[in-house]
């Protein structure tokens, strides 16, 4: 049983590029988190996703960011024209229910260096 | 409001015990225990739902104590395993999970 998979685990972009990072839940999960950790930081959410529905974006910024959860196929984070302030740890997690209080799964993380 | 931790670093020789406390100033429906080991992903260790409940995984234990919307997690015979950094998060109901910023467990042998 596969655990929740993020792809690249390394992405490098230079300012103005685009990011893309992909994220596929465990087999039945279908709730996805995205988190984004700085170095000596917490998790610090940013969108709850169902399948084809945006559930909570209340941690994204307002700009250049954008998610989605297809019917087929991973998550993606987007994000647009990237500065270095971007440059982070972003997480996946999924839960076979949402809210309420179950454990989530975390991927290994995309690792974003902006140059 | 993100869960304030203490401390935010302890350093233990193999054996000895520690306590990680997560305080919220908002009502809490859950609490939420997390380890993350240096460049991996966190990893889930319990979750309480209920004022007073405490649960155990191995030697970790944690409590909530809902009146003052606190928890401690309990770590007995420290192992070598057990370095890492432990999150909390918490819960309102309905709503997302805020992780607190963290505490450094180093275990010396």
């Known amino acids: 049983n596969a655990g929740v998979m993020q792809n690249p685990r390394h992405l490098v972009r230079r300012r103005g590029q685009e990011a893309r990072l992909r994220c596929s839940p465990m087999k039945g999960h279908s709730h996805v988190y995205w988190y984004r950790q700085l170095p000596e930081e917490g998790l610090k959410f940013m969108v709850y996703?169902?399948?084809?529905?945006?559930?909570?974006e209340s941690g994204m910024p307002k700009e250049r960011f954008s998610a989605e959860f297809p019917k087929e196929g991973p998550s993606i984070l987007r994000i647009q024209q990237v500065v270095r302030g971007d440059s982070a740890a972003y997480f996946c997690?999924?839960?076979?229910?949402?809210?309420?209080?179950?454990?989530?799964?975390f991927g290994p993380g995309t690792r974003l260096t902006v140059t | 409001q993100q869960p304030v931790q203490s401390p935010q670093a302890v350093i233990l020789r193999e054996g000895e015990d520690a306590v990680i406390n997560c305080s919220s100033s908002k009502a809490l429906y859950s609490v939420h225990w997390y380890r993350q080991k240096h460049g991996e992903a966190p990893v889930f260790l319990m979750i309480?739902?209920?004022?007073?409940e405490q649960k155990g995984h191995e030697k970790i234990s944690a409590s909530f104590n809902e009146k003052k919307q606190q928890s401690s997690l309990y770590l007995t015979a420290s192992q070598l395993s057990y370095s890492g950094t432990y999150f909390c998060?918490?819960?309102?109901?309905?709503?997302?999970?805020?992780f607190g910023k963290g505490t450094r467990l180093h275990i010396l042998p």
């Open positions: 997690a999924s839960s076979p229910v949402g809210r309420d209080s179950y454990e989530q799964y």
């Open positions: 309480l739902l209920k004022g007073g």
């Open positions: 998060g918490t819960e309102r109901r309905d709503d997302k999970i805020i």
């Open positions: 996703l169902q399948k084809e529905n945006i559930i909570d």
